[in-house]
């Protein structure tokens, strides 16, 4: 009698194959998720460059930067004109914040300030709470708030905005 040879793939053989495709679907979602923080965080970073560039075109026009009489100003609470006097002049419109929270004005927010002579400014990312992790990690840390004690914000500043 001749035994007839079955075809196929042993349970052994079938679960060494599952557990490979398990082990490459796991890095490829972990390799993801760095790249969107990574992405996410770029954006906002060449969003708030965009407007550094605005207030400096303004300051060479001006002579000054854009005034806000050493007081903070609200994206959310005050809309386009947040930075004084660059809309319609300098730009058509400024970067708006659309994710996350929305119930404040006063955070989940763009801040700006200048001193009351308009010979320093800071502009900031405020958040409601800290900064979310994968994305502080991938801002450059030359535009961390130089605070140590404020992990809610980043942004840029003149040379001497870093104390406003």
């Known amino acids: 009698m001749t035994r007839m040879r079955q075809h196929g793939f042993t349970i ?3 679960l060494i194959v599952i557990v490979v495709i398990g082990i490459l679907a796991a890095i490829t979602i972990v390799a993801f ?15 708030i460059k965009a407007m550094q560039k605005i207030i400096e075109l303004y300051y060479a026009d001006k002579g000054t930067y854009p005034n806000t ?3 903070w100003r609200f994206q959310r ?18 970067p708006e914040i659309t994710d996350g929270p929305t119930g404040s004005t006063s955070n989940n927010t763009y801040i700006y300030r200048s001193n009351t002579a308009g010979t320093e400014y800071k502009l900031m990312r405020l958040y409601q709470a800290s900064v979310p992790l994968g994305e502080y990690n991938n801002i ?15 942004g840029v500043w003149s040379p001497g905005g870093t104390t406003i």
Do not use: C, H, Y
């Open 69 to 71: 009489g050493n007081s």
């Open 140 to 154: 450059p840390a030359s535009m961390r708030d130089q605070n140590a004690s404020l992990t809610d914000r980043w």
């Open 12 to 14: 052994v053989e079938l």
């Open 33 to 47: 998720n760095g790249v969107q923080d990574r992405g996410k965080a770029a954006a906002k970073v060449s969003d």
């Open 77 to 94: 609470a005050v809309g386009n004109d947040f930075i004084p006097g660059v809309v319609p002049e300098f730009t058509s419109k400024l």
